[in-house]
């Protein structure tokens, strides 16, 4: 069978992320590793790609940063999908360009935490330990033309002990990235059926008052995305929260699919993973509020597989931050706001 996936890979160092690549899809007939891109004449990744019969392209920052150079090669091998496996070098618009949303890169911090130039790994790990973070992880996310800046496709976490060294982290951080990065490749090349990742927010200036909410739709391993906000004339933030919600999952014209809605109303989150709505549910929602919400939010529920994810609002998490700046503007734009339907105390 011919083989239909290019793969190629831009290394800076040791290589053993790509190794990890090359040594997975080897046997995968739909699936080629064409190539190893590196900067540096001496890098290990380049010793560890001819050993597995993989070609190899050492090229300078005149090569990377001429458009008629280094991307005249890139072009020739009409790659699916280009791997930054420990790459340190910043890629250049035009090669960014000529690629969109085909750039991975893997970055040893849960991002947007630590990114950005110079921070790439001891440096990472002891601005981590540093700053006394709980967390670490890895941040597998498309490369645009800002250092770590790409929207992210994949995070894994592990925890950061007392006594962690950059030597100890850095261990947890390989393992991680061992673990994962095939597999995120694969899921990238050769889809199944996609996870979609839900992101909501909502307000209510005065709560009960003007309100809005917003929402990102992220279908996981794709470069697709969907934004959507509100504003109602009067409403209260809970019902913005679950209204968000609600209107996330009416926009899925499939089902059934696996959703994870992440957001920052423990009202939302709760009730859903605790099952009490379902309790609500048995005994007609009695002295509860927001009825009519619960039970729209069950027919959506129903359609699909839907997991709950609480995070911190106001965190710095990109998404939930994008979605609150949408909920807050539409809760001002006194022209476009309608009435919230079913919401009963009003002035």
């Known amino acids: 069978?011919?083989?239909?996936?290019?793969?190629?890979?831009?290394?800076?160092?040791?290589?053993?992320?790509?190794?990890?690549?090359?040594?997975?899809?080897?046997?995968?007939?739909?699936?080629?590793?064409?190539?190893?891109?590196?900067?540096?004449?001496?890098?290990?990744?380049?010793?560890r790609a001819k050993e597995l019969n993989v070609s190899t392209f050492v090229f300078s920052r005149e090569q990377l940063n001429d458009p008629n150079a280094l991307l005249a090669e890139l072009k020739d091998k009409n790659p699916n999908l280009i791997v930054l496996a420990g790459f340190l070098w910043k890629i250049p618009p035009h090669i960014v360009d000529?690629?969109?949303?085909?750039?991975?890169?893997?970055?040893?911090?849960?991002?947007?935490k630590f990114g950005g130039k110079g921070m790439f790994g001891r440096h990472v790990h002891q601005a981590v330990i540093d700053a006394k973070e709980l967390e670490s992880g890895i941040s597998i996310h498309y490369v645009n033309s800002q250092y770590d800046e790409g929207a992210i496709i994949f995070?894994?976490?592990?925890?950061?002990?007392?006594?962690?060294?950059?030597?100890?982290?850095?261990?947890?951080?390989?393992?991680?990235?061992?673990?994962?990065?095939?597999?995120?490749?694969?899921?990238?090349?050769?889809?199944?059926?996609?996870?979609?990742?839900?992101?909501?927010?909502?307000?209510?200036?005065?709560?009960?008052?003007?309100?809005?909410?917003?929402?990102?739709?992220?279908?996981?391993?794709t470069p697709y995305k969907r934004t959507y906000a509100q504003?109602?004339?009067?409403?209260?933030?809970?019902?913005?929260?679950?209204?968000?919600?609600?209107?996330?999952?009416?926009?899925?014209?499939?089902?059934?699919?696996?959703?994870?809605?992440?957001?920052?109303?423990k009202y939302v989150s709760e009730a859903v993973e605790k099952k009490w709505v379902f309790g609500w549910e048995k005994k007609n929602f009695k002295n509860k509020k927001n009825v009519d919400l619960w039970k729209e939010f069950l027919e959506q529920y129903r359609k699909h597989r839907v997991r709950m994810e609480w995070i911190k609002g106001h965190n710095q998490h990109p998404q939930n931050e994008s979605c609150d700046k949408m909920a807050v503007e539409a809760s001002k734009k006194t022209e476009s706001q309608i009435e919230d339907v079913g919401y009963q105390q009003k002035q």
């Open 1 to 47: 069978m011919s083989k239909h996936h290019t793969i190629l890979i831009f290394a800076s160092g040791s290589g053993t992320n790509a190794e990890q690549i090359i040594r997975h899809f080897s046997p995968i007939n739909d699936v080629k590793v064409a190539g190893v891109y590196t900067n540096n004449p001496s890098a290990f990744v380049i010793e």
């Open 98 to 112: 000529a690629f969109p949303d085909k750039i991975i890169n893997i970055h040893p911090s849960l991002l947007p």
């Open 155 to 221: 995070q894994a976490k592990t925890t950061v002990d007392r006594q962690e060294t950059c030597e100890s982290l850095a261990q947890k951080i390989h393992k991680l990235e061992h673990q994962h990065l095939t597999e995120q490749i694969e899921k990238l090349l050769i889809p199944t059926e996609k996870r979609v990742n839900l992101y909501t927010d909502g307000a209510a200036r005065g709560n009960p008052g003007p309100g809005g909410y917003g929402l990102i739709l992220e279908w996981e391993g």
């Open 231 to 265: 504003g109602f004339i009067h409403t209260t933030n809970n019902r913005m929260e679950l209204k968000a919600v609600i209107k996330g999952l009416q926009l899925l014209k499939q089902s059934p699919l696996d959703v994870v809605v992440y957001t920052d109303s």
